[in-house]
């Protein structure tokens, strides 16, 4: 059966210097979740524009929980991300919402905030439910078993919006909540059970409807409101262009540094034109410190390295970005061996000069210590 591949739209995995650096880091319970956190992401892609990429942006939930706990997981644990920030947390122990972002630290009694947490209280029973409901439907209820599900919604550059309500079952796909039919699409045969019986109840499928069409993205545009000058920041990327040469194959690798917002576009050209052979697709991750890098690579003939060039679109670029490798030159390799070279033989002369003082010192000691001794 196939790994989970709806979860087209993920959650930030946050890296070890991020929970350290981050105020409110949500400790070992949330560390212990990274593999399952990590068992969802998939990375974004985009189209390449002629220009400046516009913006969009996305609230999303992340639920997650295991029947039993010896994976480490409470019952009910969710996430909430605006763009790719976290910014709240809340767990079925403690049955409250949590800031997890500076600028939502200081609005936790604002009206949208307390309509936040209960509709988190309210997703913990649902996804009890829920869960259970699956489980038998499986006749599983002995095993450990997880859950997980991803709902939120998009606002584009244009005012359009697009929801998402997705399950996840012991790691695989499951179920995907269609808001034009109101309907179910079952990712495997297991699933139907479940799309049949939730399927018979109109009145909640008109619930998630609304919410994915109304609700949400009213919610996410008070978020963005909330964050303004923060969530709203564009960090053009640096690019780089390498070479990586084998016996087997000459491979060109473009890399997009220190970027924000996290959508990114990256494709190769050959002679200024695009290429339509597939190259290995691109992976956008978290540097650690607020920012993103990604990378695209492409297997080209030797000699023609230079015929290839690098397009990096992005929200912070007026124009796309154009890099393409250039080989080192001789005057510089020269410079180095010689400057390498100057370096060790300073190393060793330093080196000498020691010894020979230290052994100068410990003579001069030696008979001073013999002088005295004798003079007594």
Not at 115 to 129: A, N
Request: hydrophobic share 40%; net charge neutral; proline share 6%.
């Amino acid at each position: 059966m196939a790994r989970c591949d709806f979860w087209s739209h993920c959650f930030p995995a946050r890296t070890e210097a991020e929970s350290q650096a981050r105020p409110g880091d949500m400790g070992p319970r949330a560390r212990r979740t990274l593999p399952l956190l990590l068992l969802l992401l998939l990375l974004v892609r985009t189209v390449v524009p002629q220009g400046r990429l516009p913006r969009s942006h996305s609230l999303r939930y992340l639920f997650m929980g295991a029947s039993e706990l010896d994976l480490g997981l409470p019952l009910f644990e969710a996430l909430g991300y605006v763009d790719d920030q976290l910014f709240v947390s809340y767990n079925h122990e403690s049955r409250r919402a949590e800031a997890r972002a500076p600028w939502v630290q200081g609005r936790t009694s604002s009206q949208l905030w307390l309509q936040l947490s209960q509709s988190l209280k309210g997703w913990d029973h649902m996804f009890t439910v829920d869960f259970w409901t699956i489980m038998d439907n499986h006749n599983h209820s002995k095993e450990s078993h997880t859950l997980q599900v991803m709902l939120g919604c998009e606002v584009q550059a244009d005012n359009s919006t697009r929801g998402f309500w997705r399950y996840g079952y012991d790691g695989q796909d499951h179920l995907e909540f269609c808001p034009d039919t109101l309907d179910w699409r079952a990712a495997e045969p297991e699933a139907w059970p479940t799309k049949l019986e939730w399927e018979v109840h109109q009145i909640r499928a008109k619930q998630n409807k609304v919410y994915l069409q109304r609700d949400c993205p009213q919610q996410l545009r008070q978020l963005l409101e909330l964050g303004r000058g923060i969530l709203d920041q564009q960090v053009p990327p640096w690019v780089k262009v390498t070479r990586r040469v084998t016996s087997a194959v000459t491979t060109l690798r473009c890399r997009a540094l220190n970027f924000y917002p996290k959508n990114i576009s990256m494709r190769w050209l050959k002679d200024s034109q695009p290429l339509d052979a597939k190259v290995e697709p691109q992976d956008v991750l978290p540097s650690g410190d607020g920012t993103y890098q990604g990378w695209l690579a492409l297997a080209v003939p030797p000699g023609e390295e230079q015929r290839h060039t690098c397009q990096v679109g992005h929200p912070g670029l007026d124009q796309p970005l154009m890099a393409t490798w250039a080989p080192s030159s001789p005057s510089a390799l020269v410079i180095g061996v010689v400057s390498g070279t100057v370096v060790c033989i300073l190393v060793v002369f330093t080196g000498v000069l020691l010894r020979t003082l230290r052994k100068k010192h410990a003579s001069r000691g030696v008979a001073r210590d013999y002088v005295l001794a004798d003079c007594q």
